[in-house]
């Protein structure tokens, strides 16, 4: 069978040609990657005036953890002191977690899309005084963030991923 093309044909192929052409351009136009803020610096270690007394006190309140690893323990740093298990250690868990622009406490920013995993019943409370500074933030271990942000803070936190 033989078909005969029309000038009303040609039209309606010509337009479809332009509009896959345009469509291309714009896709060769778009951002081949998504641009993220450059991190935050990590302050280097904390000295001098920065160091002195007050301003770094810690009270760890861990319920749930099992193996010994419940109870409240204080931590003081620069200079470490404290009943903590690990004084030294924990120091430098938020030491190495303290950035400019950054709280070391801080909670999972609202929106942030986490993994539905289960880390256990273990929750903290921290409170206290950091970098002059109070402090007052909950952990829990109830999904990939919030495991993430205990994490981070080990041997603040007892490592409970073993």
């Known amino acids: 069978m033989l078909q005969v093309i029309t000038p009303h044909t040609v039209r309606r ?3 479809a040609a332009g509009a896959s052409l345009a469509a291309l351009g714009s896709l060769a136009a778009a951002p081949t990657a998504v641009a993220f803020p450059a991190p935050s610096p990590v302050l280097p270690p904390l000295q001098g005036v920065e160091r002195t007394g007050g301003d770094h006190h810690l009270t ?3 319920r749930g953890a099992g193996g010994g690893a419940d109870g409240a323990f204080r ?4 200079p470490a002191g404290g009943d903590h298990p690990d004084v030294a250690g ?3 868990a938020v030491d190495r977690n303290t950035r400019w622009g950054h709280e070391p406490f801080a909670p999972v920013p609202e929106g942030t899309v986490c993994t539905m995993q289960y880390g256990g019943s ?4 921290v409170t206290g005084t950091w970098a002059g500074r ?3 933030a909950t952990f829990d271990r109830s999904n990939g963030c919030e495991i993430d942000r ?7 936190l007892p490592d409970l991923s073993k």
């Open 134 to 136: 109070p402090v007052d």
């Open 13 to 15: 192929l010509l337009v």
């Open 75 to 78: 931590v003081d740093c620069h």
């Open 60 to 62: 760890v309140t861990v």
């Open 122 to 125: 273990a929750t903290a409370r």
């Open 90 to 92: 924990a120091c430098r």
């Open 150 to 156: 205990w994490d981070r803070l080990v041997p603040l």
